[in-house]
């Protein structure tokens, strides 16, 4: 049977699967996988244990890395892989650019979590106690002062009390945080306030044109944004597929323009996306994973782009973006390198940082009976293998600091993450503020990037 998360007392085995599904236990989803196994096995065929009777190595597809065929196949899959076309398709397009959000060109490659928490645990007892000491007094000498900033306007009401479309899907939790967002949106001054006139000023309201949402998923962040103030050109950038899109409610609107675009936002130019060309936007996101914030920020701010007359002149009015899932996040795309280095924090401490940070939603990013919801976990399986003999002082250390000193451990170093991408912005010219714009019971997941242009 598939893998069980080994949490000691904490875990427990996982039950029988059903009949006709596969034997593989998914201990993110807590369940077996959906899949039929192969007549000749309990497993299916992206399951299938590489110790198996016949069974080879499985490797990345080279055409879409998200989905793996036996080596042996290799070779003939990549002609007839049903992706190749639509990769084909979007590389064409003018506003595709290999990687030019990645993080300026730098070399590197992604650090696994199983990566990060393997490092963390090979280090000795009295520098894993400095790393931490290190983050305390780094967090209370530079770290932001995150206020809060829970606002719900008037303009919501259509949707805090539920006045839309049932055939829409509706969950109270998601709907605050999008009505907060908005909502911060205006008191910052890049929305209108109602039918308010925008006039002269360091604190008129920004009259954008269109919306960019990044990390779109099903488009409703957005859907608030054009039923309750207006916004008629609207851009959802996701390289996922998703079923009950706020997309059919869109469409159905004669007064807006949508177009969605399926496309990892570190290959995204912005500037060759033709139908946002001349028009002033407003550039937003709910829950950017990991990297894709820093990604997005990149993305509406290019420092690489050509310097022409027609592309010199920033049509970005603002941003507001929800960060989420900091234990994902990379040195190779982190936007404020600088601002790390200058405090003494190497790329290992960084994404030690980031395995801590999951503490601050988790307690111990290990347990599988965390209360975060499904929405706000990251879609890539945490490691729970046991630790080596090298380990056990580690081990130890964290299973001995209270649930609450790690929540705050975690909080610390998504604090100053967060920190370093505020001021990344603030050197861009832009106004900018970090509040934690929901309560922790509503998401933990709660901060919220919100910047103004100047010019």
């Not at 994902?328 to 790390?340: E, I, P, R, V």
């Not at 290992?348 to 209360?371: I, K, L, N, Q, R």
């Not at 919801?373 to 130890?396: H, N």
């Not at 503020?433 to 922790?440: E, R």
Request: aromatic content about 6%; hydrophobic content about 35%.
């Amino acid at each position: 049977m598939g893998r069980a998360p080994a949490n000691g007392k904490h875990s427990l085995p996982p039950p029988p699967p059903p009949p006709g599904r596969c034997h593989f236990w998914l201990p993110n989803k807590r369940r077996h996988c959906a899949n039929s196994p192969l007549p000749s096995s309990q497993y299916c065929g992206n399951h299938l244990p590489e110790s198996a009777s016949g069974a080879g190595r499985r490797v990345p597809c080279p055409v879409d890395p998200s989905h793996t065929v036996l080596e042996e196949n290799l070779e003939a899959h990549v002609g007839k892989c049903p992706l190749k076309k639509q990769v084909a398709a979007l590389t064409a397009q003018p506003y595709y650019s290999k990687g030019i959000n990645s993080g300026a060109g730098e070399a590197g490659c992604v650090v696994t979590s199983a990566e990060k928490r393997a490092a963390v645990y090979r280090l000795t007892e009295e520098e894993f106690r400095c790393l931490l000491g290190k983050i305390r007094s780094v967090h209370v000498a530079t770290a932001a002062a995150i206020r809060e900033s829970y606002l719900i306007t008037g303009a919501t009401d259509k949707w805090m009390n539920g006045q839309v479309d049932r055939k829409m899907p509706y969950q109270e939790k998601h709907v605050a945080q999008q009505a907060s967002i908005v909502g911060n949106m205006e008191a910052f001054g890049l929305l209108r306030k109602g039918s308010d006139e925008v006039v002269d000023g360091e604190n008129a309201a920004v009259s954008a044109q269109a919306v960019v949402e990044f990390g779109a998923g099903r488009g409703y962040l957005t859907q608030v944004l054009v039923d309750c103030y207006g916004i008629t050109n609207v851009f959802l950038v996701e390289r996922r597929s998703y079923k009950l899109k706020a997309d059919r409610s869109l469409r159905q609107n004669e007064d807006v323009t949508l177009e969605r675009l399926r496309i990892d936002i570190e290959d995204l130019k912005l500037h060759g996306v033709e139908a946002l060309r001349g028009l002033q936007y407003l550039a937003i996101g709910k829950h950017l994973c990991g990297p894709a914030t820093d990604m997005t920020m990149m993305c509406c701010l290019p420092e690489r782009y050509e310097q022409t007359e027609e592309n010199s002149k920033h049509s970005l009015q603002g941003l507001a973006l929800a960060t989420c899932c900091h234990h994902l996040c990379q040195w190779k795309h982190y936007t404020n390198k600088s601002f790390l280095l200058g405090l003494g924090i190497t790329e290992e401490e960084f994404h030690a940082m980031t395995w801590f940070s999951s503490w601050a939603v988790d307690g111990d990013h290990s347990y599988p009976d965390s209360p975060v919801g499904a929405e706000e976990m990251s879609s890539e399986v945490r490691e729970l293998e046991k630790p080596d003999q090298d380990a056990i002082g580690i081990e130890r250390i964290i299973r001995s600091i209270p649930a609450g000193e790690r929540a705050s451990l975690g909080s610390m170093c998504k604090d100053i993450i967060d920190t370093g991408r505020l001021l990344w912005l603030g050197q861009k010219g832009l106004v900018a503020d970090l509040v934690s714009y929901v309560p922790s019971k509503i998401s933990p997941e709660n901060h919220l990037l919100i910047a103004k242009c100047t010019s």
